[in-house]
């Protein structure tokens, strides 16, 4: 009898591990395969068939004109020695970076600040800021770069306010092309960040204002922390939105003096299509895909994560 019941009991227990396995890793869905084939085929020839091209394309001595734009062949690993000994491209790498920071942190603060605005001002004024962050979002890159360029060069509005000559974009120029970059994205990132405030709940707000908590310490301490998923999504998107942001900066100073704005998307089209060396500007363009991939891995990721829950502390 008792050896009937441990039987029972096994094959239950078998059962159990059997059903949350499958549960776990379900069967293959062979109608959502189908429904998605369309799909994959055209993301095949109009994405990962032009990048792998691409990426064959960094490995060989192709250029624009001459006898290589026709009769290319294969180098192997000349490119990358090549790459690993050109002082500009580390220059470029590190300007990338400092764009990327400056562009990221200025979009996250100024959207944060503007989601705050259209949550708790008038609604003539959220109206007003609205719409003046979404025109500016919507506006097509050259024109940005057009606007931008008038008014920090000499004889522009910049210049009748400050000393000197007013040319503040060749005196800054990596300055002045974040700022017109945060300018151009902020309402892209007060979009975001808005919908994050209003998923904060608001009991908890109201809790922490009977505890008689400070306004600002309520923001730092209970609604940064609830809204940490949509900061990390808003941060990873902007990142990505920047690094593609090549029309501004090349229209604005088409790399600048002394290269001094030469991030690498212009980097690599002065290298494949000012100077007519395709086969390393081609390199350079798989570099940016690269470091775009680990991006939208790292979105991903963050787009996957729960909420997160937090209660208030004693004495917050």
Do not use: C
């Not at 068939?49 to 006898?67: C, E, H, R, S």
């Not at 000559?165 to 700022?179: K, W």
């Not at 600002?216 to 902007?238: A, D, G, K």
């Amino acid at each position: 009898m008792n050896d009937a019941v441990v039987a029972s009991a096994s094959e239950s227990g078998k059962k159990v591990r059997l059903h949350k396995r499958s549960a776990d890793h379900p069967g293959v869905d062979i109608p959502g395969m189908i429904l998605l084939l369309p799909a994959s085929l055209l993301l095949l020839a109009l994405f990962v068939l032009p990048v792998g091209y691409a990426f064959y394309l960094g490995f060989t001595n192709i250029t624009l004109i001459g006898p290589a734009s026709v009769h290319f062949h294969f180098t192997g690993i000349a490119n990358v020695h090549r790459l690993g000994r050109d002082t500009l491209f580390w220059k470029s790498l590190w300007l990338t970076a400092v764009f990327l920071a400056g562009s990221v942190v200025g979009v996250t603060v100024v959207g944060m600040a503007l989601a705050v605005v259209m949550q708790r001002s008038a609604a003539w004024l959220r109206a007003g800021v609205g719409a003046v962050a979404i025109v500016a979002w919507m506006l097509p890159p050259i024109t940005v770069a057009v606007v931008w360029y008038a008014f920090t060069t000499s004889g522009g509005t910049l210049s009748l306010v400050t000393p000197g000559d007013g040319d503040s974009l060749n005196h800054f120029p990596m300055l002045i092309v974040t700022l017109a970059n945060v300018w151009s994205t902020a309402g892209f990132s007060m979009l975001i960040l808005s919908s994050g405030l209003r998923a904060v709940p608001s009991e908890v707000i109201e809790a922490a204002l009977m505890e008689g908590t400070a306004r600002w310490r309520i923001f730092l301490s209970v609604t940064l922390p609830i809204m940490r998923p949509t900061i990390v999504t808003n941060v990873l998107l902007v990142t990505l939105l920047s690094l593609a942001n090549f029309a501004l900066i090349y229209i604005m100073t088409a790399g600048g003096t002394d290269n001094s704005t030469d991030i690498l998307p212009v980097y690599s089209y002065q290298q494949g299509f000012v100077f007519k060396k395709l086969g390393y500007g081609a390199l350079l363009g798989d570099v940016l895909v690269i470091i775009s991939t680990v991006f939208a891995y790292l979105y991903v990721r963050a787009a996957r994560q729960r909420p997160v829950r937090t209660r208030l502390a004693d004495g917050v």
